[in-house]
């Protein structure tokens, strides 16, 4: 048996921990690990891949990033896409296939799966909107570094009597931006599920003010839209009563607070930090868990399944119910976690 | 309604998480906070208590400790310890109580609900051996400086072609040796449930050696037990063929160690420091969350209950049940997540 | 005696140290140490001031920020702003002033000096870019968080095959920059004190990719001046913010290298990270011993002096002398670092 | 040219950047760089070396530890040592000796330059006890994790209402325990320069909890000596080991201040966490420049040489000198630093 193994998507720390124990696992049971290098796209036109070792595993259990690279490919986007893939995975021979990656790459193996490959998907996302998983590789970490980031900025903010606006990961979905707003003691908070109203971020910004409170700390998701606006994405055309010309989102909002509240605002974009560095230790478990249970369905035969994590325990789940739809936040949820700002 | 709350045992972070939210809560219902200082303590004999105001806990939520301080005192290993703490009660007033702790804390508000009291419990222990709830206060964060210690040490002891042994808490569970081993790469654990051989510890450090890898990690939960020996407590006793008096057990497993393999080997104790420092993103959430819910289940008079977490819900637990019995590692968890280790 | 005490400038880590350390200092000598608040901001129109008690201090040694405030408020950049300053001294009956801050809040300290005020400057910025000291308050942290944020892109960069630029604060001085790109394992670094040319850039960046390199990072200071083109500095608007028209210099960076180099270009504005969270060590102690040293000097009637640290001692220096020329990167420093990147 | 390079006594972060560094240098000039393994253990006997590669070093600036391994093993202890010495380095045809360590094998290095060797040593030692340079490597990166190590007590010790002791590395000197125990904000500092009287701690902690702290954080040296007992430093057996009968300093000192003064009393022994993980950005960029500065020593002849740091510059200080007295605290350096305590 021999499997290839492929990592898809932005990359997030927690990947190689999942690789490796898949590696150990497959090794346990006399199966042969191919590497497939840079996502999809190892496995279109010449295609890139190479017998793993245990040398290549054995310390990376710690490691950010993922040894095998990554990329956004997407075959059923490129003319013959699929057929190359299916032609690589015979030339090189590939008896099973695990795709660790998000909506997108899941997306892509949930296809192949109809088209006749036996492959097993491994959940990761720091937007963490899957929505047949509690557990997706690399949400924890980000959290936490988030949430240590919006730590550092209250005694910055505070000195000088500012808003000081965080930009967060999360364009569909605002796990990321909620949670850590929570746990970072963020006094405002903006998610793509709510539709955003700027006047009343402003009199809540106001109102602290007129209470004595010297600063505020607004988290906000990437991909949140704004009320009298159209969907806020990354390229910000025409926005209205200012005109911008790709400011990001993090400067707009800066500039428009500014405007109506006459304070100080400063904005940061914690973009790819969220992404880099060691795994925290759920992560590092967890995704050595589901990198594991991904060889033992390939063992058991269990394709077409995505290893999701439900109450606690490894359960797996058709991949194309996983990818069916995102997984956002309810207004329940908000309400719930919002109830712990105070 | 005027709500007491404590925390009582070995304190650690997440719990000014806790008390801060429930102070929010039950603000928003109009009801008045007290603070119960030293735990159990500060319902007996003069008692110390303190109606609580927003400034005391509005920027607690990552701070490590208790604000209300702790102790291991328990009223039913007092004499009149139950008359002085319901005499307390009725003297300040207080329609409720809330109780923070582990399966000692939470015994008493077991028996205390029973005698009348008005009482909800919140869970907190670094040993997560409370067996009906997936989360207790402080488990996460005690786990992540468990595993980010072990990870400082892997340089260090390949550096002196060492062994080295990282005593870690835990007395009758070892929920918090495994998974932070697992975490942090430690190539051999040893915890409470399933007795040591110290011979067969040996054996495996000596064909690690034999197979060129320079080092050997081990992992140790305080509680551990030796075959052919009595119960290692922290009072290590007669120890058998190596006398010993207080030595600690860290240091008596690196003599041991070092005297049947012939090799250099260093023993450190993380101690306190696994009790020390702020919270994670998920300690401060989840104790929030618990916090927040513990004024719930009084507004609900959801008395005697715990404010467990199962499937990743808020779930009432009777506080009778909760303490029944410890939840220790099982065979199969220990088998599972050992496969993780190579 | 009553000595002010105020911080101006951009706050930074350290400053509570020295405010601390100054408290307990005077209080030895039974001077009572006065609160300016908001830096010079202080000690316009009606002025705030407050006398300091041990418990506002007592706990600050690790704190970031400043229990000051802060401005940029510079009286000499207002009507009768001298004035005021010189007549409030006189009101609050401060007999001497002790100010913390960088170039601007050291060199209105200077002008207040010889205006007759007894002042004493102790350096602060994390820009490192005072002259006549080998320590100012915050850079040895800003330091650490810059190169440990690099450290965390590492990894992201790699997997994704990608350009990865780090912006870091620096105006007129490469210091941070500098450093933080070697400590951080930076490949490329750009300063303010040397003229970029683009074009080389872009061709180091393809002769990595041409020898295998998978990744470039690139730490640039946000003053960096083009070849080619005016001056890339940010121009500010009357809060600080970059104005709308303007993209942002990491932004530029990455457009301008992803069309030259035709790769996957990423960007990030480190920004009030820098300033941010607690203090480490370094920045403790010697924050401590120099806020001590201030008053020290009072006593001392060593008036118009800022306590440098030279030579690992530290030295009273002219504050006309300190703030008179900038410290910028030498060639000659540049070469001996840059030497270290290979 | 060939250069040995070689790593003595205990390690700490830093070393490897110093490596590094020196390999680049040392291709820079032509020169050919050898790894000799485990310190002058690789020098004797068959020895063991192997010529260095860029891939072995190219990304370890940032690693903890040593990639050449360490001992403590001195040839002028060892029979014919320093004869087996000089004819492995005429064997592997080394012309000079980079030699990275403390006092012990700065002091070998000394030796073997009056031997005839050209040698250059590099100053490494977390108790900073080096009389002849203001950085050792090492030094700073312990220093903040001690300092970090004792924040994290801080909110465990008041919750408890205890004494908490933290032992700290430091044989002869007291400088990191000094320094950690004021940037940890440590109520009361012991070290080896000055005695300690076990009375006059007890008394400063009752002093304490009689004007309502709750707590104390008690700072200690391994090397310090008590009024009224011999010496007590810890006697290490063949192996380091501390001895069965042994204690060990923090139980010992538990144990008296427990008796002495009625209190919970808790502690903790740093240990080898002093020595992992990951250098800070100052020991870095200085461990490499000295890294660098030792070739250039090399190729100007400067043999029997110390690259030590002064007044911020590398300067040479003669290997003899380095080593002939320790830098240990001065009566006046503790006055110094004790006096920012309060």
């Known amino acids: 048996m021999r499997i290839g193994i492929l990592t898809g998507g932005g990359d997030c720390p927690g990947l190689n921990a999942a690789i490796r124990s898949a590696f150990y696992r497959a090794r346990k049971y006399g199966y042969e690990t191919v590497a497939i290098y840079d996502g999809w796209k190892g496995l279109i036109e010449g295609g890139h891949t190479e017998v793993m070792k245990e040398a290549d595993v054995k310390d990376i259990y710690n490691f950010g990033g993922t040894i095998l690279g990554s990329s956004r490919t997407n075959p059923y986007k490129i003319e013959n896409g699929e057929k190359q893939v299916l032609e690589n995975i015979k030339k ?9 990656g998000g909506e ?8 192949l799966h109809k088209a006749g490959v036996k492959i097993v998907g491994i959940p990761k996302t720091v937007d963490h909107d899957l929505s047949e998983t509690d ?21 910055t903010a505070k000195s000088h009597n500012r808003v000081m606006i965080v930009e967060i990961m ?14 970072g003691g963020a006094h405002i908070i903006l998610i793509p599920e709510k539709k955003v109203n700027i006047d009343k971020v402003c009199e809540k910004v106001l109102e602290r003010k007129k209470r004595g409170e010297r600063y505020t700390i607004i988290a906000v998701s990437e991909g949140i839209e704004m009320e009298g606006h159209g969907k806020e994405k990354k390229k910000l055309d025409a926005f209205g009563h200012i005109p911008l010309t790709d400011q990001g989102l993090a ?4 500039a428009l607070i500014a405007e109506k509240t006459g304070m100080d605002v400063k904005a940061m974009v914690l973009g790819h930090l969220l992404r880099g560095g060691a795994p925290n230790a759920y992560d590092r478990i967890t995704a050595a868990k589901i990198g594991a249970s991904a060889v033992d369905y390939i063992k058991e035969k269990k394709f077409g399944m995505m290893t999701g994590v439900n109450g606690g325990k490894v359960t797996p789940v058709a991949l194309e119910k996983a990818v069916a739809k995102l997984k956002t936040v309810k207004e329940e949820d908000f309400e719930l ?3 712990l700002m105070e």
């Open 92 to 100: 090189h021979k590939l008896d099973a296939v695990i795709a660790i």
């Open 104 to 111: 997108d790459t899941l997306g892509v193996a949930a296809k």
């Open 135 to 155: 557990y997706t590789i690399g949400f924890d970490t980000a959290l936490n570094v988030a949430a240590e980031s919006i730590d550092r900025l209250h005694t």
């Open 170 to 183: 999360g364009r569909h979905a605002g796990w990321l931006t909620l949670m850590a707003g929570i746990a």
């Open 251 to 254: 400067r707009t909002l800066q």
């Open 337 to 339: 976690l919002e109830a």
